[in-house]
């Protein structure tokens, strides 16, 4: 599974989980869209959430956006691909702990790697940050479930039992 990430680096340097990805040869960063290749575009504002069924729509390669809340909206209108949603997941990441849908970059590639059922690639990806782990043991149960759907619509429901499950 091949990542890519569009970089606009309006983030901390230090802190962005992108460019560890390209120190250690798991991503690829590019600083203009036209230059990212065709794939599964990891979008927060798709209107589809991310299925197994998508993974050979994206022709085996994964696209992570590394910017803004504010800029990724129209940031992810401009990317070529399959726009697809990462359905509920909580960040294990030190700034974002705990809370639901706020991912790094890391861990929305390596969710999505799980979702295809590449979960050795999921683990290289998460293996230079000290929390990575975290996030694969905090999210084991949502991410098998996921991985076992046949498409976006049972994805959604999987969600929803999930959530319904974690307010009882």
């Not at 869209?33 to 729509?57: C, F, I, K, W």
């Not at 504010?70 to 691909?81: D, N």
């Not at 960040?91 to 861990?107: C, K, Q």
Request: contains cysteine; charged residues 30%; proline residues 5%.
């Amino acid at each position: 599974m091949e990542c890519h990430v569009y970089y606009e680096g309006d983030d901390d340097p230090e802190k962005c989980t992108a460019r560890r990805l390209e120190q250690f040869d798991e991503a690829t960063l590019y600083r203009s869209m036209g230059q990212v290749p065709y794939g599964v575009v990891l979008n927060p504002h798709a209107e589809q959430a991310l299925s197994p069924a998508d993974r050979e729509e994206g022709l085996g390669t994964l696209v992570a956006l590394d910017c803004s809340w504010e800029s990724a909206e129209e940031a992810s209108f401009q990317m070529r691909g399959v726009h697809r949603a990462l359905p509920f997941l909580v960040a294990a990441n030190p700034i974002n702990y705990g809370r639901p849908f706020r991912l790094t970059t890391v861990e929305a590639l390596a969710a999505a790697c799980c979702i295809f059922d590449e979960y050795d690639r999921a683990e290289e990806l998460l293996e230079p940050f000290r929390w990575g782990e975290t996030f694969l043991t905090l999210n084991e149960e949502p991410l098998r479930r996921y991985s076992e759907c046949a498409d976006s619509s049972e994805v959604v429901a999987v969600q929803e039992d999930y959530l319904a499950d974690e307010e009882e």
